[in-house]
């Protein structure tokens, strides 16, 4: 049996501000900084040790990542960052406070965007779209549905995370809520239209036991 555990970064200051963030770089508020501490204090108490931990390219995953790695004792591992795992590019919806669009669009478009599998948010101009974005190789995306993000992010499953695991490597993952959302529809085989009802709240980490295939056999929230 091996671990999977995964995380979503502590509140950034755009979870405070209801504002829709994707690969804007924001920083953790101190309430964020606070339960980053928290939740590495009780995967201490699962007396984990990780081989690897796995981040995003953007801020608020990144020193979550390193907070929970000092608050269990373990910051010599290996850390990778990919812009794989960045969250969900939102688009032109990048930085608006989210019920601000909800009454200038109203709801079935904003909870389509928002939490739907396929729903495209209205897409960035071109003109502020950045290259090589974070040394990811690629022009920024315009905006993604979290199906796009989905299909970038599972080959960097395939690649780095699973091999570890298959020999028998416990593997951390910090990342975004979107993000985190795909790879459990991965994990868990959740069809699309039922993804909208999963959540996956700051700093809470998820405990998986995987087996040699790579089958669940428990899950826990701690």
């Keep these: ?38 939740a590495g204090q009780k995967l201490f108490s699962e007396n984990l040790h990780f081989s690897d931990v796995h981040t995003s390219l953007l801020l608020r995953a990144i020193k979550t990542a390193n907070i929970v790695l000092e608050e269990i004792n373990q910051l010599y591992i290996d850390e990778h960052k990919s812009w794989r795992l960045n969250e969900r590019h939102y688009g032109a919806l990048r930085g608006k406070n989210k019920q601000l669009i909800k009454e200038k669009y109203g709801i079935e478009k904003f909870n389509t965007w928002r939490r739907g599998f396929y729903g495209l948010p209205p897409l960035l101009n071109p003109s502020d779209a950045i290259f090589n974005y974070c040394n990811c190789a690629i ?5 993604e549905s979290l199906s796009m993000a989905y299909k970038r992010l599972i080959p960097y499953w395939v690649n780095y995370i699973a091999p570890n695991l298959i020999n028998n490597k416990n593997q951390l993952v910090v990342a975004h809520g979107s993000t985190l959302r795909a790879l459990i529809k991965f994990l868990e085989k959740i069809p699309d239209d039922e993804l909208n009802a999963v959540e996956v709240p700051n700093a809470q980490p998820i405990i998986y036991t995987l087996n040699s295939r790579m089958e669940i056999i428990d899950k826990k929230i701690i």
Aim: zero cysteines; hydrophobic letters at 40%.
């Design 1 to 38: 049996m091996v671990k999977l555990v995964i995380m979503r970064h502590g509140q950034s200051l755009a979870n405070k501000n209801d504002i829709f963030t994707g690969w804007n770089d924001v920083p953790l508020t101190n309430t964020g900084e606070e339960q980053a501490h928290l």
């Design 139 to 143: 022009l920024e995306p315009l905006g």
